[in-house]
């Protein structure tokens, strides 16, 4: 697996701020949806806490409410670059896009994504097995190429949307993909992944609130291996 062969990075997953059409509407790939006044204070506080953490690199989701978002992170960054990753997108959702949940959910495709979304492909869209894939190849390839330039001491950012996220979680926690509904990523939490040789750490998900600062890589004279070992009793 691309990804695994060595220690990488740290990786801070980011769901852009709110929209007008968070919650009531399924915004999919509709254009044109950008940061109402809530997210954009969202994204500035979010920002905030960021702000001590060095970053190497900011990947983002083409739509505009997560440029957005991450316009707000990389101010008064200088130097750090900015990429743009279709990979980490929002989900197809094909004919539901732009549709009010509360009438998708009477929908009997609406169960089986609660119940089992492995198995959805969702009408004239994409599939969420698909849209899981092509994220955590995305990941794996960033964790790879940053490691790489920067040395495993490295934190980058991804700037993306709740099921896309949701779907990376997962995969890093080792569950199936139709277990991925019990995990909640709100607008402009913080999700931190700690990518190993041997396997990833859930640093935190949903993070509202928290310092971040515990991301920032230790000053230390001599470079550490970065053990894949779990402690044992907690630590």
Request: net charge positive; glycine share 10%.
């Amino acid at each position: 697996m691309p990804g695994y062969g060595r220690p990488v990075t740290t990786l801070v997953l980011v769901r852009h701020g709110r929209t007008a059409m968070t919650g009531p509407v399924l915004a999919g790939w509709t254009p044109g949806v950008h940061l109402n006044d809530e997210g954009r204070e969202q994204a500035v506080a979010l920002a905030q806490r960021l702000a001590p953490v060095p970053l190497t690199a900011l990947v983002c989701s083409p739509l505009e409410r997560c440029q957005d978002t991450v316009e707000a992170i990389v101010e008064g960054r200088s130097g750090t670059p900015l990429h743009t990753d279709e990979r980490f997108a929002e989900c197809r959702y094909g004919s539901w896009t732009g549709r009010p949940l509360k009438e998708l959910a009477k929908d009997p495709l609406w169960k089986v994504v609660q119940a089992h979304p492995s198995a959805v492909t969702f009408p004239g869209g994409e599939s969420l097995a698909g849209v899981q894939a092509r994220a955590v190849a995305a990941v794996r390839d960033w964790d790879a190429r940053l490691s790489a330039e920067h040395g495993d001491d490295a934190v980058w950012l991804a700037c993306s949307h709740g099921d896309v996220i949701k779907a990376v979680v997962a995969d890093a926690l080792g569950l199936h993909l139709d277990l991925f509904q019990r995990i909640t990523v709100d607008t402009c939490s913080a999700t931190v992944i700690r990518y190993t040789a041997m396997r990833p750490f859930v640093v935190r998900v949903n993070d509202v609130g928290g310092d971040l600062r515990a991301l920032i890589p230790p000053k230390r004279r001599r470079r550490r291996r970065v053990s894949s070992d779990a402690a044992v009793g907690g630590g």
